[in-house]
């Protein structure tokens, strides 16, 4: 069974803070990578995604991804109250395979 | 370009009936996922296809069925239902296989 692996939460993190989300995967032969944003009562939308090892910056948005740790993680800078949602991992190798979730609180 | 739209929103079902789900992918869009997502089970693979094959299912029963069209557009069917198929069933479309998905609204059905 290939899974993703996330810490459910909450984190919690003062407005302006970095939060740090990480993510596990046991699919070694995982080719793709990706960061979704999820608000309450809504569809996930795509972040980032990032394919090679390293970092890949978007705006306030880093990723990293370790392929030998088998481990990726997502930085939000200056983070925002409306940062505050539930952050999935995916990683898609066979297909795409969603981590439970990190529950992410900007407290203000 | 428009996004990925999923009909109907909102679905009552009683248990036993059967009901089919549509999606219409973003247009040049040739993948399309299926989800189901419970609170308590996070988000569940269903089924992949990529121009008109399944490519694969996930550990669902075989009450659990669906399709792509020549346009891509995808249906998925679930006959028989039972009340632990009520959940949000997500449709999400990209434009091959490894490359993002982008999510639709879903469609909230509710079995009583």
């Known amino acids: 069974q290939k899974e993703v692996e996330q810490n459910s939460g909450p984190l919690s993190v003062p407005e302006g803070a970095i939060a740090s989300l990480n993510c596990t995967y046991s699919d070694r032969g995982s080719q793709s990578f990706f960061w979704y944003r999820q608000y309450s009562g809504k569809s996930p939308e795509l972040i980032m995604s990032?394919?090679?090892?390293g970092d890949k910056e978007d705006g306030r948005f880093t990723a990293q991804l370790n392929k030998a740790s088998q481990y990726v993680s997502l930085l939000i800078r200056d983070s925002q109250p409306s940062d505050s949602a539930t952050y999935l991992c995916?990683?898609?190798?066979?297909?795409?395979?969603f981590g439970p979730g990190t529950r992410l609180s900007v407290l203000p | 370009k428009a996004g990925v739209t999923q009909t109907p929103r909102y679905l009552i079902k009683t248990r036993g009936q059967q009901v089919t789900l549509s999606c219409s992918p973003i247009s040049g869009h040739r993948s399309v996922s299926w989800y189901q997502q419970t609170p308590g089970q996070g988000l569940q693979f269903l089924f992949e296809?990529?121009?008109?094959?399944?490519?694969n299912k996930g550990n669902f029963p075989g009450r659990f069925s669906g399709r792509q069209f020549s346009n891509s557009r995808s249906e998925m069917n679930v006959s028989t239902l039972e009340l632990g198929d009520s959940a949000l069933y997500l449709c999400?479309?990209?434009?091959?296989?490894?490359?993002?998905?982008?999510f639709g609204p879903g469609t909230r059905l509710t079995v009583t």
């Open positions: 999400a479309s990209s434009r091959g296989l490894y490359y993002e998905q982008y």
């Open positions: 995916a990683s898609y190798g066979q297909n795409f395979v």
């Open positions: 296809y990529f121009s008109e094959t399944q490519r």
């Open positions: 990032i394919y090679s090892n």
